[in-house]
């Protein structure tokens, strides 16, 4: 036996079946021996009352009024329901498009609590065989990369890691692990094919996975791309030709098809473009430690604010229209969320796209070692704040693996795995150099640890591939490491150059956007100014007629109301400002000037919030462009400035008219703003 076999990859054998059926067992177990029964199962079961009915026998179906006792159950105030207590149901609908979106996840837990009860402890059948199926292909998907021995290890820390473990109760966050991590571990067994069946059998697998992940949780579709690039590859050797690939192709997308069409055949958009919109908001890119630019799409993760934004660009169109169908549509097809993929692309991607590379690129960089930002007072930066479920557990357990010397070393161990990869395979090498580029990239569409938690693995691969080094140096793979480098050497150059470029794209973009609304004509706003018992000044600015109506209807779904079951429905107008700062007579050197809201009985989240404007000097004033948000819940009334800082504000006016830029965007901009670096940056200075 050679000195590297526990590292260095071999063909897979009968041993490594059995290894893999023992790492399903251990995960079944390890789930089942930590479930801690104090801490409630979550899965947005709240919205998805069927779930309950179907397991007492009475269809997959859900109730047009919701009983105090099932209302409870789902609000994990109560350990059980008594699925006697359904009698007083008057009648049924059918399940809501939620339930729709979390087709298989749904039934997985019906099919639990008809076997067992309906309780809440009663998930953990859903949650041992979701832990199996993550140990599992943790294994095997190292396997792909190592010998057994690193596979095992890497299999067996996972397993048992805090990490993982903490996020069993968030069922629907959890699910991800395992689907994409089988759907991954398959598509690197269909590039390592030596047969045309084994190659399109692997296709088949891994469509088929990625069709029933998205059952459990809709963003695993972010590798169906892989699986189709995997297919188009294919592995090396002539005996795999152009018709094996185009079959490979075809078993990807029908895999895919059948098991994802219950999900498809109801699908009308989604919430992904929301969920990157609000990943694109401060408190995500804090956490990122990315360089603040001097605008911003949000100051806070707010359901309400982001969606707030989409809703009153979709709906500035054609008001009266919007609202009419956003009060019609079933539940939980909300105009807003419905649009929201589309509208990011053309509000968000088409204007930031420089942005939008500067967040995957510094996500790829810090999750080569996730226990960067899993550990110590930084897993408290989590917008989520879900990182805290990890406990202290963690950061006894991996102490030093956050820090820097330690981070380098699993990034330069994996610049060895795939110097390795490229030496046996440089079809496998580009299909690896993808997907660990998605993996790691894609979380940074909402940096938070319940999209990455699972991304251990990639750590541990680069520790291993330090260990590959030695391999290297032999005589028969040195000629490779030459095509390697030149490789990495046109890659890096392809690569800086397509971010140049979106970087000139991204100016002018804004630029443009933002000199149109400098130059644009505005409306004088003429507040009536009021002194609070706070002491703070409020500008008040009367609601614009068009709005008046908005702001007096009754809540929608972004308030505390309890509405019809399921219902969604989001409604929002928006106005922008333009804010002169500074003059003469003002004599701070920063300026605090709140966007204050009147808030109504159910107001959710407020969206007030405050910004500092910094005054280079009083001759040169500043200028703050915001948008004031109307809904039924609460409303933009005015900005609110200290007493002594009200001489600060020079003049308020309304902007009139459509912008390319988004409601979101918020900036403060100096007299040489066109002179600024607008963009993010990598790091923070």
């Not at 801690?36 to 997959?60: H, L, N, T, W």
């Not at 397509?498 to 970087?503: A, C, E, G």
């Not at 706003?525 to 068009?546: K, N």
Request: net charge positive; glycine share 8%; charged share 15%.
């Amino acid at each position: 036996m050679e000195r590297w076999t526990l590292f260095a990859w071999r063909s897979w054998s009968r041993a490594d079946t059995a290894v893999a059926l023992g790492f399903f067992v251990l995960g079944a177990v390890i789930a089942v021996y930590v479930i801690d029964s104090s801490i409630p199962i979550q899965f947005y079961q709240k919205v998805m009352p069927s779930i309950v009915v179907e397991a007492c026998g009475r269809g997959m179906r859900e109730p047009l009024q919701m009983l105090p006792s099932l209302e409870n159950f789902l609000d994990l105030k109560t350990p059980a329901f008594n699925c006697a207590d359904l009698d007083a149901v008057t009648g049924y609908r059918d399940p809501n498009i939620f339930f729709r979106y979390h087709f298989y996840l749904a039934w997985a837990v019906a099919l639990a609590w008809k076997v067992l009860g309906v309780a809440q402890t009663n998930v953990w059948p859903v949650q041992a065989l979701l832990h199996a199926l993550f140990a599992s292909a943790i294994y095997v998907l190292m396997r792909q990369l190592f010998g057994r021995g690193w596979s095992a290890m890497t299999a067996a820390v996972l397993t048992l890691s805090p990490i993982a473990v903490a996020f069993l109760p968030y069922l629907r966050d959890y699910a991800k692990a395992p689907f994409i991590c089988w759907a991954v571990a398959l598509i690197l067994i269909a590039v390592r094919s030596r047969t045309t069946a084994h190659f399109v059998l692997a296709a088949l697998l891994a469509g088929a996975t990625i069709g029933f992940g998205v059952g459990f949780r809709a963003d695993i579709v972010v590798v169906l791309p892989l699986a189709l690039l995997a297919a188009v590859v294919g592995p090396d050797g002539p005996r795999i030709g152009a018709l094996a690939r185009l079959a490979a192709v075809a078993a990807v997308v029908v895999g895919f098809a059948l098991p994802a069409f219950p999900i498809l055949s109801q699908a009308r958009g989604g919430g992904l473009g929301a969920m990157a919109l609000e990943g694109a908001s401060q408190p995500f890119l804090s956490y990122l430690a990315i360089r603040p630019a001097p605008y911003d799409i949000g100051d806070r993760y707010s359901d309400e604010l982001t969606i707030s934004g989409i809703a009153a660009d979709i709906r500035s169109a054609h008001p009266e229209g919007y609202d009419a169908r956003e009060l019609a549509n079933p539940p939980f097809a909300s105009q807003a969320l419905v649009q929201s993929s589309l509208y990011f692309l053309d509000r968000y991607a088409l204007n930031f796209p420089a942005d939008l590379v500067t967040k995957a690129m510094k996500s790829a960089y810090v999750l080569s070692d996730v226990y960067s930002v899993t550990r110590g007072q930084r897993k408290r930066m989590d917008p989520a704040d879900i990182a805290r479920i990890t406990g202290k557990r963690a950061d006894r357990i991996y102490p030093y693996f956050g820090a820097t010397p330690v981070h380098v070393i699993a990034i330069l161990g994996l610049i060895i795995l795939l110097a390795t990869i490229y030496a046996q395979s440089v079809r496998l090498f580009y299909v690896v150099l993808v997907t660990l580029g998605v993996l790691t990239g894609y979380p940074s569409l909402q940096f938070s640890l319940r999209h990455f938690f699972y991304l251990e693995f990639v750590f541990w691969a680069g520790v291993g591939g330090i260990f590959l080094l030695p391999l290297l140096a032999r005589q028969e793979r040195r000629r490779k490491l030459i095509g390697f480098g030149y490789t990495a050497v046109v890659l890096t150059a392809i690569g800086a150059a397509i971010y140049v470029s979106l970087f000139v794209w991204q100016r002018h973009r804004l630029t443009t956007g933002i000199s149109a609304l400098l130059a644009r004509a505005g409306e004088p706003i003429v507040p009536a100014d009021t002194l609070q018992a706070d002491g703070q000044m409020l500008l008040a600015v009367a609601v614009p007629d068009r709005f008046k109506t908005l702001i007096s209807s009754e809540p929608d779904s972004m308030s505390l109301v309890e509405k019809t079951l399921g219902g969604d429905d989001n409604r929002a107008g928006a106005e922008r400002y333009r804010v002169r700062i500074g003059g003469p007579a003002c004599n701070a050197e920063v300026v605090n000037i709140t966007l204050a809201y009147r808030k109504g009985r159910f107001a959710w989240q407020p969206l007030d919030r405050t910004l500092s404007v910094h005054l280079a000097s009083r001759d040169k004033p500043a200028t703050l462009i915001a948008s004031g948000f109307y809904r039924p819940t609460q409303y933009f009334e005015g900005f609110k400035v200290p007493q002594s800082e009200a001489a600060c504000i020079l003049g308020i006016e309304r902007i009139e008219g459509p912008s390319s830029l988004p409601s979101l965007f918020t900036a403060v901009l100096p007299p040489d703003w066109q002179d600024k670096r607008l963009a993010i940056g990598l790091w923070q200075p």
